[in-house]
């Protein structure tokens, strides 16, 4: 597993030479390939209809299951949200006209029941009335109705109407998923055309990476279209798909290209040019996709299918990538040949041909001060990420889109006219041995009820016991003997056989630490016989940070370590895998305490178009580590690959640094500022998830490329001195007896 560059013929020259042989065939297979796929991946983004945000299994899944199952609580609601300037909602007939303007949408089969949100409301806000449609679909079905509901919703003259609500919110995201994409490709990839231009010179080489770039996302999203029908995938995979594909993809041409122009002038023809380009850049850019996807696989250890699918999407993109540059690009390389230089856009006048010596400048200016700018640099990304210490994650809903959509404008209405504490209150299902209705049940209820209200942080219990006044056991249970007071409670949805529904209000807002805090109290009450599960908004927002948070240091053991071990068996030191792994941290951190800075305290928030929301979402730390530490691996193998092979050949430590970033140096920051821009351009798209990961993603790679590549390496390897190569006698041996065996 080594990444040196060698004039041994080994596996990947002889590949080389293969796809130059039968580069028609290769070419005509990839573009039928293309052509199939690409049916299929416009369908992609209307199959994905789950969020993916369910921490299955946990106590709060398993008790929205049973509040379904076993009480026939809707787990599908949408609200309707009505305003109405100047008018006072509240009024009778204003009321009854919001109902009338209904009839046709009460008449549908799958709606269960239409009425008006019993909440109290917060003071004011007597223009704006909501209504809870109840349907008797899951979220998949609910979805594909949306459309038809929609358009049974028609608010009364003079009055506006918002609809809200989970079907409403993921029919959203669906749309804003498809805009985003649009909308960063547009963004992107002209920006992207123009920088290849600018490092090339030529039409044809410029375009060869957008190729491969759209290539790569294409026949992914076609390859996850079959996918999605057997597996519910998160609504969020096409995103990152676009994100990942065009930035990896078109990273890893431009290096294939770059050296291919090089092996053009040294190598006697084109194919062994081909050859020896699959030898060097192909090569490592097969190190750099296991770097990425040993990042990617990280997220696995997370047990939500948000990160699920991310990672899927993820790696199948990032193995097509890898794929599609050593087979496809090849082979067109071997077909273009010279005229790889043809359609002359920027005159060789007008392109830098000092760049290799501002490199070498900057690497030996850099070595002459190594201790201070270690200081200095490190110090400054350790301050950066400074924010991170004062993080505040959460779940968001409606809040991943910004308020021009329908649905998020709805939520903000819904929760600035009612109590949120009472729209999204704590749910506990209880299970008694014998049916609620009995005497020794109801002692038992009313027992757990009194525990409940002495928790500290309770501000009301509300129970189908509470519901029938103040009455001893006895008299409860002969109230219950009615069967007209029995179907009441039962159409309520409070109670039914052995199973009845608590509803705890929280004194405090429903994602305050305070009420996490009381959600794990509850949970830890004495259940005395009774069979508890915990479940409500709180005690599901709970779960999932819970299950992302309990994961993290697998996630950071996992890629970390297998990234070390990876590292160390290519570049044969102990010292380079362990420096590139704390650098990387360095980058990430820096990056994550930006996002925080913007996202959490709402600095450059209205420049970047971002609508801070006071936390950030739990799940971009994890996926801007396992993203940005495979990708960021892709410049430290280019550049330490490069520095090794001029080390083998001098063993000169300081003139084998200057030479690596300066052969590499102009190439990885244009790489860099490729992938900044492809992953920036997500900043300016509507998804908050992803307007996140497109700063988290676009910082970390600018840092990376730039003050860590550039100068933090450089110095580092002038400290380390020979002890950058050092390895010890066994993986030495290893080295060697494999480039014998080649």
Not at 432 to 446: A, D, H, K, P
Not at 469 to 481: K, P, V, W, Y
Request: glycine residues 8%; proline residues 4%.
């Amino acid at each position: 597993m080594r990444v040196r560059e060698s004039a041994v013929k080994g596996k990947f020259w002889r590949w080389g030479y293969a796809m130059h042989r039968f580069r028609w065939l290769v070419l005509v297979i990839g573009v039928l390939l293309l052509l199939s796929f690409a049916i299929f991946a416009q369908k992609t983004p209307g199959m994905l209809k789950d969020n993916g945000f369910t921490p299955k299994g946990s106590e709060s899944d398993r008790g929205f299951i049973q509040l379904r199952d076993e009480l026939g609580v809707p787990l599908t609601m949408l609200n309707l949200v009505y305003t109405g300037e100047g008018l006072d909602m509240t009024a009778k007939d204003h009321q009854q006209a919001v109902m009338d303007s209904l009839s046709d949408l009460k008449k549908l089969p799958y709606v269960e029941s239409v009425r008006f949100v019993g909440t109290p409301r917060n003071e004011g806000h007597l223009d704006v009335l909501a209504v809870t449609v109840s349907l008797n679909l899951d979220t998949d079905p609910a979805l594909e109705k949306y459309p038809e509901l929609k358009e049974h919703v028609h608010p009364p003259t003079g009055m506006k109407v918002y609809v809200t609500g989970g079907p409403a919110i993921l029919h959203d995201m669906q749309e804003a998923s498809k805009h985003d994409i649009a909308k960063s490709e547009a963004i992107g990839l002209p920006i992207a055309l123009i920088v290849l231009l600018i490092v090339f010179g030529t039409l044809v080489a410029a375009l060869l990476p957008m190729i491969v770039g759209l290539m790569s996302v294409t026949l992914t999203l076609g390859i996850t279209y079959f996918i999605a029908q057997h597996q519910s995938l998160s609504n969020f995979l096409p995103n990152m798909v676009t994100m990942l594909g065009l930035a990896v993809g078109i990273d890893y041409a431009l290096f294939l290209v770059s050296r291919f122009r090089e092996e053009l002038k040294v190598q006697k023809n084109v194919a062994e040019a081909v050859a020896m380009t699959c030898q060097t850049a192909g090569k490592s850019i097969f190190f750099s996709g296991i770097a990425v996807l040993i990042g990617l696989l990280g997220m696995l250890f997370v047990d939500l299918t948000f990160f699920r699918s991310l990672c899927l999407g993820g790696v199948i993109v990032v193995s097509i990538s890898v794929i599609v540059a050593n087979t496809m690009l090849l082979s067109l390389l071997g077909i273009l040949g010279e005229r790889i230089n043809s359609l002359q856009v920027v005159p060789k006048r007008f392109r830098k041909q000092e760049t290799s010596r501002f490199w070498e400048r900057i690497a030996y200016a850099v070595m002459k001060r190594p201790v201070l700018l270690v200081v200095i640099v490190g110090g400054a990304l350790i301050y950066t990420m400074t924010p991170m210490g004062h993080i505040k994650l959460n779940v968001p809903n409606a809040e991943v889109l910004p308020p021009s959509y329908e649905s998020r404008y709805g939520s903000e209405l819904l929760k600035a006219a009612y109590d949120p504490r009472m729209m999204g209150p704590i749910q506990i299902v209880i299970h008694t041995e014998g049916e609620v209705w009995e005497e020794g049940s109801i002692r038992q209820l009313r027992a757990y009820s009194e525990q409940v209200k002495g928790v500290s942080g309770v501000k009301e219990v509300q129970s189908f016991i509470s519901s029938l006044g103040q009455h001893s056991d006895a008299e409860l249970a002969a109230m219950l003997r009615d069967s007209s007071v029995k179907a009441q409670i039962e159409g309520n949805k409070l109670a039914k056989d052995h199973t009845a529904l608590m509803v705890v209000v929280p004194e405090k807002d429903t994602d305050d630490p305070s009420t996490d805090s009381l959600v794990r109290e509850l949970r830890s009450l004495s259940k005395d016989g009774l069979g508890i599960a915990v479940t409500g908004g709180p005690a599901y927002r709970l779960d999932i940070i819970d299950r992302i948070q309990k994961e993290i240091p697998k996630v950071l053991t996992f890629v970390m370590g297998i990234t070390y071990i990876v590292l160390l068996l290519a570049f044969r030191s102990v010292l380079l895998p362990l420096k590139a792994v704390l650098m990387n941290m360095l980058s990430l951190g820096a990056s994550l305490g930006v996002v925080v800075l913007v996202f959490q305290h709402g600095y450059l928030a209205d420049l970047l178009h971002i609508t801070s929301i006071g936390y950030v979402s739990a799940t971009l730390p994890v996926i801007i580590f396992c993203v940005v530490f495979g990708i960021s691996m892709d410049y430290e193998v280019f550049l330490i690959s490069r520095i090794m092979e001029e080390y083998e050949a001098s063993g000169d430590n300081d003139k084998s640094t200057a030479e690596g970033l300066k052969k590499t140096g102009s190439l990885i920051t244009s790489a860099a500022f490729i992938l900044v821009v492809v992953v920036g351009s997500f900043i300016f798209t509507d998804i908050e998830i992803m307007k996140a990961l497109g700063l988290g993603l676009g910082l970390a790679v600018l840092i990376d490329a730039t003050i860590v590549r550039v100068m933090l390496v450089p110095a580092l390897m002038k400290l380390l001195g020979d002890a950058n190569w050092w390895a010890p006698k066994w993986l030495r041996m290893r080295s060697q007896l494999k480039a014998e065996k080649e």
